[in-house]
């Protein structure tokens, strides 16, 4: 096999964790990094020049060409399509189950079977896609939004409010995720899926508001930055006008990757007993309730877990696609 | 950079009382500990009025904790239910935890590395691909039930390992569980790696390197990924903290009596104590590994100073 | 720092300083014995929830080590559950009040002192005494002087109580504060075995490793992790350990000890996980045991709601039990390791000893179209939803309340018409339904103390007895109870107890579910395994190899 020479391939890196650089980012008064180089002009010179294009027309461009992005978005597409009308596809109740039939492999109608209390598995796993979708969205937006104002709050006035908000952030970051559901969720006894999302965001945000900070102290030192507050601008348009279009995309890929873990995660708490409660379905509940049926009946852990795992798998590849499409560098 | 340290430890000051601050509040909102100690019978008055006397459980929520913080300076971590010593506890859990996130951490950094330098030069090959469907698959799958399948299979069907781990948990049976509390990091190291090898393969530098001759082995290894470790010691030092935090699941399913088993019962039970307890010195691993991370960059990249 | 310069050194120093913060001074207590020297069995354990003393020990799991390391003056034997003299001579009355108690001669503490009729009677005061926290004080609460050294409001006034009077070396006599016929079938429970000097002079000691006069003595105690026991060459009984010693392993998931029963891992599993028990056939053959034990299940209800106190109540109550088709869910969720339950008490007590096959009669029995109807007499679920209250985190709760939960659904034809409503931890659980703070029915579970029909009744139905988290009340019940406790004639006290429960299936106070069994797989090395009554194995009997 010939040796690949460095300089033959072109780079397109796309790492669903590549903006975890900034997980763990220094205090950026202490810490002196040389600046990252500055955007390398890119290869796609085809344009016409003269007609202004943002970067966000560009990544459209780029993700709608990108294979990985098309396919993902469909099954995103078709997960929220199920999840408002889940009755379109699976018409008969989730919970209806009969005991009489617990564990019974597929039979017409029942294409998946049956699980331990007799509940026709398709049904459940359509029907738990709106709640485990509910999760990931809600949970994500909440703490991108809250993340990435306390981020941007302390990245941009610097000084004692990002020594008190990073403090807060690390606070918050300190305590272990799984620990925080068990302690907080074992006193819910709500059976809808806020206290959930709620949680999530609670112990969620720092890792957000952590790279929002980093992308805005980064933003803040460009020229036009400086350009601009030089002619100026006010704090807020300094912030929501030049800083916030460039330090978005950072968060925007972390989240779509968070998103995904955030489903998975709602599915450990419900191992532990302490996620969603019934009536919910959820496929969080049914991947805990059939995993320890998993040498009697497998199908019914199968299903849920598939459903869960191409729907994470979705949702990373979309950040991922959405990533490339933002690095101007790898343009 | 001894000044930097410096200020650094008087930071954490603030998080670790803020963090134990925030668990203890935690703790206290789940309730009334005390009603399940009788069984499915209900604690005469007399006898959870004495009880909650002799854990200061009768007195306001901030003065438990001052009271708390005051014993934690003299290394009294308190009593748990069952009239086991904290530190007890904590001398057995911690060092089993410390194996089995030494696994982890291992193989994070053997495979994880390895596989990413892998892929990052072959980006675009069919092993490339292979690795990349491969660790969005570990991503995706929750990991009781990765942990679930391989007792099973390798457990019960096989019989190559011990479906649980003993006591004395010594490296040879953390293998298998270390795996798979690794496994969703060791993901995430692959990717990482991946991308930054992907990235500065085409920096000045490594053509320098090759320009200058030099054997390819030896570009890899002393200019390429040196400078590609970065972003992964510092996922990695995160890591540390979350993986002995995280364990809760996999020490369950294998039966390791570790922090994560503690913190569970602890909860279970209701025991401030015990989880406040362990929460504590977990906030400080986390802490210092922090600290470890800023301070390991400028050792990969000559071009940090500390002030 | 400039001077290092490869990557290998960075991942050390990253373990080195972790070795340094987390680990420190962490000793490793290496070499794992195993259950391979002798004959020393393994058996699954959870670590138990209060200290290891007598009185203070209200589950299983701590009430295991005790029946192994202790002997009281009676013993339930293992196989039919009647009182036998243990270290008991005689136990004599005249009118069930003043009992005068000879101890045997000869038996000691494996630590060699004495066991004389000052153990029992220091144990019992010890027990008592509010001072000393003890969980299970209530057991004395029949002996006069209780409430003194026990006052159920305010300043303990007495140190000892007043009931109890050491006569002789071997001798002692106890007064209660009332008659109570059967209070020496009671005194097989754990919190009445003797208790050595070590216990008071060096209690923290004795807590780190307790000292008993049963078959086997304490070895080592790793808490949280195991507990090695070995048989007491010693021992004065004739109830002798057959093999060398037990191993207790504390595990935290019972599917994980069942995992490692199959692996070879594990000798002695005494609670099959319900999800296990399709393949225990196919896994164990016939090293399995699955047999009567004095548990039941009932689900309990708030009388403290007004919703489920009122004048159509009874019937809604009744319409829920035929709603519950309680075979298939034994059948099909527990493999027949449960039994539908047809009264309120346990078939281990033996028709002797009260249980009373179909006392429940019709309104146990699972009929839809007949619930439907009762439900709709009495007005309707209140709130047109009934959540049935249960916690999470043990056993296997969200199983059958799922299962009861679609039953009574699939009755009234109403997929919302009941929905579990579980709680994260058995605390949380237990202070809800000791506060009055549930709004529906709820998870009761009883496991008898001694097998007496009167253990089944009086603390779960009584007016404000310590298990009656529902708050019901019913004055005839009461009185019936009353006479039946002062009662002499055993087989009239009997009957007395069936009519009070007779009120208790009239208005429902209860829904029972079923009778559950103990049940127990082991692996090839053990033979003679029995469980007791109690669903604890009979550890002395087992013979390994």
Known sequence: MPEPSFESEGVIAGTAMGAATDLATTDAETLHKRPSAAAEPGPGGTEPAGKPRSLWSDAWRDLRRNPVFVVSALIILFLVVISLWPSAIASGSPLKCDLAKAQQGSAPGHPFGYDGQGCDVYTRTVHGARTSVTVGVCATLGVAILGSVLGALAGFFGGLWDAVLSRITDVFFAIPVILGGLVLLSVVTSNSVWPVIGFIVLLGWPQISRIARGAVITAKQNDYVQAARALGASNSRLLLRHIAPNAVAPVIVVATIALGTYIALEATLSYLGVGLKPPSVSWGIDISAASPYIRNAPHALLWPSGALAITVLAFIMLGDAVRDALDPKLR | MGRYVVRRLVQMVPVFIGSTLLIFLMVNVMGD??????????????????????????????????????????????????GQEVTELMSTAFPVTFRLTVVAILFEVLIGITLGVVTGLRRGRPVDTGVLLLTLVVISVPTFVTGLLLQLLLGVERDWIRPSVSPAAPFGELIVPGLVLASVSLAYVTRLTRTSIAENRRSDYVRTAIAKGLPRRRVVTRHLLRNSLIPVVTFIGADIGFLMGGAIVTERIFNIHGVGYQLYQGILRQNTQTVVGFVTVLVLVFLLCNLVVDLLYAVLDPRIRYA | MRGATNAGWAACAVAVALAATACGGGGDSGGEGGSGGGAVLSSSWTDPQNPLEPANTNEVQGGKVLSMIFRGLKQYDPKTGEAEDMLAEKIETSDSRNYTVTVKDGWTFSNGEKVTAKSFVDAWNYGASLKNNQKNAYFFSYIEGYDKVHPAKGEQRAETMSGLKVTGERTFTVRLSQKFSSFPDTLGYNAFVPLPRAFYDDHDGWLAKPVGNGPYAVESYTKGSEMRLTKWDAYPGEDAARNGGVTLKVYTDNNTAYTDLMAGNLDLVDDVPAQQLKNVENDLGDRYLNTPAGIIQTLAFPYYDKDWNKAGSVKVRKGLSRAINREQITDTIFQKTRTPATDWTSPVLGADGGYKEGLCGEWCRYDAAAAKKLIEEGGGLPGGQVKITYNADTGSHKLWVDA???????????????????????????????????????????????????????????????????????????????????????????EMFQKAEAVVRDNMAAIPLWYQNGSAGWSERLSNVALNPFSVPVYDQIKVG
């Open chain 3, 404 to 494: 009861v939960c679609n039953s009574i659904n699939n009755a009234l034809d109403n997929d919302r018409a009941c929905v579990g409503n579980p709680i994260g931890t058995f605390a949380d659980f237990r202070s809800k339904s000791t506060t009055q703070k549930l709004s529906g029915p709820f998870r009761a579970g009883w496991q008898m103390d001694y097998p007496l029909t009167q253990n089944f009744l009086q603390p779960l139905y009584y007016t404000d007895a310590s298990s009656n988290d529902g708050k019901w009340s019913n004055e005839e019940f009461d009185k019936l109870v009353d006479e039946a406790n002062a009662e002499t004639d055993p087989a009239r006290a009997v």
């Open chain 2, 33 to 82: 500990p005390v009603a399940g100690l009788c069984g499915d019978r209900q604690c005469d008055a007399a006898t959870a009025a004495q009880l909650k006397k002799e854990f200061g459980l009768d007195q306001p929520v901030w003065q438990q904790y001052l009271t708390y913080m005051g014993n934690l300076f003299t290394g009294d971590f308190g009593t748990a239910f069952n």
